[in-house]
């Protein structure tokens, strides 16, 4: 019997830190750092539960993005990962739906910096891949993130108009600013 919960980090016990953060490890491996660990911290995470293992887990925080002049509350997709046997069974698309109710809920806009075999997944949830070049408020100013410019996703709200070809700036954080 499969369990979906949603809980803010400060909710979270040891225990089910623990877990979250050793399903990333294994499901990303040599890929995700401590600074990964530290971005999907401080908001709200989804877990799915197996019979009593993590076997799912997803988490969306508040950062600001810029566009057309607006910082926008953006609610921004970290950490989903599903255990590698228990792919394709629709634990991902509920993760997925359980955040992206908190961001229509609580934000402006939902982002998310997507692995190159995630691409079909978010975009047949909704998501829209960012046309538009990609920057970062660095401490030392804004800077071009080339790197990044195919991998950006965006869930538009009807609230806040988006125009997919234009520059979108996230704030800063270290490690992977997207």
């Given at each position: 019997?499969?369990?979906?919960?949603?809980?803010?980090?400060?909710?979270?016990?040891?225990?089910t830190?623990?877990?979250a953060?050793?399903?990333?490890?294994?499901?990303?491996?040599?890929?995700?750092?401590?600074?990964?660990?530290?971005?999907?911290?401080?908001?709200?995470?989804?877990?799915?539960?197996?019979?009593?293992?993590?076997?799912?887990?997803?988490?969306?925080?508040?950062?600001?993005?810029?566009?057309?002049?607006?910082?926008?509350?953006?609610?921004?997709?970290?950490?989903v990962?599903?255990?590698?046997?228990?792919?394709?069974?629709?634990?991902?698309?509920?993760l997925?739906?359980?955040?992206e109710?908190?961001?229509?809920?609580?934000?402006?806009?939902?982002?998310?910096?997507?692995?190159?075999?995630?691409?079909?997944?978010?975009?047949?949830?909704?998501?829209?891949?960012w046309?538009g070049?990609?920057?970062?408020?660095?401490?030392?100013?804004?800077?071009?993130?080339?790197?990044?410019?195919?991998?950006?996703?965006?869930?538009?709200?009807?609230?806040?108009?988006?125009?997919?070809?234009?520059?979108?700036?996230?704030?800063?954080?270290?490690?992977?600013?997207?």
């Amino acid at each position: 019997m499969t369990e979906l919960r949603t809980a803010h980090t400060a909710d979270l016990d040891i225990v089910t830190l623990t877990a979250a953060r050793t399903l990333l490890d294994t499901v990303f491996g040599g890929d995700m750092t401590d600074q990964d660990w530290e971005h999907a911290l401080g908001g709200i995470h989804a877990l799915l539960w197996e019979d009593g293992e993590l076997i799912g887990h997803a988490s969306v925080v508040q950062r600001r993005v810029l566009h057309g002049g607006r910082a926008l509350r953006t609610g921004y997709v970290e950490g989903v990962v599903v255990r590698a046997d228990r792919r394709r069974r629709g634990h991902g698309a509920a993760l997925m739906a359980a955040l992206e109710r908190v961001i229509r809920g609580g934000f402006e806009l939902g982002a998310l910096s997507a692995t190159e075999e995630a691409l079909g997944f978010y975009a047949d949830r909704g998501w829209r891949r960012w046309q538009g070049l990609t920057w970062a408020l660095t401490p030392l100013g804004i800077a071009r993130t080339e790197e990044d410019d195919d991998g950006v996703f965006v869930l538009p709200l009807p609230e806040v108009p988006i125009d997919l070809t234009a520059e979108l700036v996230c704030d800063w954080r270290d490690g992977d600013v997207w």
